[in-house]
């Protein structure tokens, strides 16, 4: 059954791109302004320390700092005005406006933002924050039984949901070359006669928060599924990956239906093991916040959102098993190397991603790996040979289903 949770009435939402753009000029003027008076500071420091110029050395101290809260707070108030000029065209601009779907460039946008500043963006209420929501063509659907009856009139017994990575957006799968690339969603109704719906979320939240709402998400599209004892199947890129591990721990917290019903769920390039890129982040910043001149750019750089953060360690080993009994899992990994053994695309993995991260995992049960080379991150979304892979998995799933039910009803 649906979930029963009521959505919280929230304040209507603030300004979007010129609201984040002031953001940024002011906490970026304001980090320069530190790291200035850091510079600055310590050679005042020396110079009073020098006989005779002590004196005059205050006084230039003095005049300088007066001089440069003055224009640093130019800079930061000024920006207001040029922005928020810029705040009358932006719903017309950007072509986004509250009630109506955001164009391919905006949305792409939008998914970007999230994935830096997305925490940011959410606790202001700014327009720009995504909300979670199960998309098809382009536009949130509306999830009771009519309106997903009226988006998908040929609906049968089987749905596949399609997670998207960090900064991405549901568009992320679509493709442009027909001759070179292959469309998921489409290839698998032509196979499995599966319908396909695309999950849209802020990627900059928690991958626990997100987690949560995908588990009660899953549940509402199943209750509402125009076919009863509908088949479930999950495809996540990356990030989105995780965000169904999660969403499988809390939905066996919950005692939530949908896990039942979920044949199989396959994460392609998601970094189980966490992400060398965030993990060098980490350091970067950790070690510029080691002297006082560099720490703006450690504070910087420490502003990115927590869902980049959470990417560090991966999400660790399972917590509950149950969360685990029904499903089979299949993880894929690439290598930008022709040889996917070679030590350097070992190294290098998918450019973000190594193939150990993408295929390691601690789940008991069913559960299988494969790895490809000469192969990048984003291009796991669309690549011919990741579709047969999926092909593959899903067929042996398939027909072990009809191995089972002829044994039952010879």
């Excluded at 239906?257 to 044949?263: E, N, V």
């Excluded at 991966?314 to 969360?323: F, K, R, V």
């Amino acid at each position: 059954m649906a979930a029963d949770r009521k959505v919280p009435d929230t304040p209507a939402p603030s300004t979007g791109y010129s609201h984040a753009a002031k953001t940024v000029v002011q906490e970026t003027a304001l980090r320069v302004q530190e790291m200035h008076g850091a510079i600055a500071g310590s050679c005042f420091d020396i110079l009073r320390r020098l006989p005779l110029i002590s004196g005059p050395a205050r006084l230039v101290r003095g005049a300088h700092d007066t001089i440069a809260a003055g224009v640093y707070g130019a800079i930061r108030h000024g920006s207001g005005g040029l922005l928020a000029a810029a705040a009358l065209v932006e719903k017309r601009a950007t072509g986004f406006a509250p009630g109506k779907p955001p164009g391919r460039l905006a949305s792409g946008v939008r998914g970007a933002l999230n994935g830096a500043f997305g925490d940011y963006l959410a606790a202001s209420n700014n327009l720009l924050a995504i909300r979670m929501a199960m998309c098809a063509n382009g536009a949130a659907l509306a999830l009771d039984a009519a309106s997903l009856q009226a988006a998908f009139p040929d609906a049968g017994k089987r749905l596949c949901v399609f997670i998207h990575g960090l900064g991405c957006d549901e568009h992320s799968w679509e493709i442009k070359d027909p001759a070179s690339d292959i469309h998921f969603g489409r290839q698998l109704h032509a196979d499995f006669a599966c319908s396909a719906v695309y999950l849209r979320y802020n990627s900059g939240l928690p991958i626990a928060t997100n987690g949560g709402q995908l588990a009660g998400l899953l549940e509402d599209v199943l209750a509402a599924w125009p076919q009863p004892d509908c088949e479930l199947l999950i495809i996540g890129h990356s990030m989105g990956g995780l965000l169904a591990l999660a969403a499988c721990e809390q939905a066996a917290e919950r005692a939530l239906y949908w896990p039942q019903a979920t044949r199989m769920l396959i994460c392609l390039g998601s970094p189980l093991l966490g992400s060398p890129v965030e993990r060098l982040g980490h350091l970067t910043t950790a070690a510029l916040n080691l002297a006082k001149i560099t720490a703006p750019l450690g504070t910087i750089a420490g502003t990115r959102s927590q869902g980049v953060k959470d990417l560090r360690h991966g999400p660790g080993a399972p917590q509950n098993a149950a969360a685990h009994a029904r499903i089979a899992f299949r993880f894929l990994g690439a290598s930008l190397s022709d040889d996917k053994g070679h030590p350097l695309g070992k190294f290098l993995g998918d450019g973000l991603v190594t193939p150990d991260s993408a295929t390691a995992h601690a789940i008991d049960g069913d559960v299988q790996s494969a790895s490809l080379g000469k192969l990048g991150h984003m291009r796991l979304l669309k690549d011919r040979r990741v579709y047969r892979q999926v092909k593959e998995w899903v067929s042996a799933i398939e027909d072990g289903a009809a191995e089972k039910r002829a044994a039952v009803d010879p």
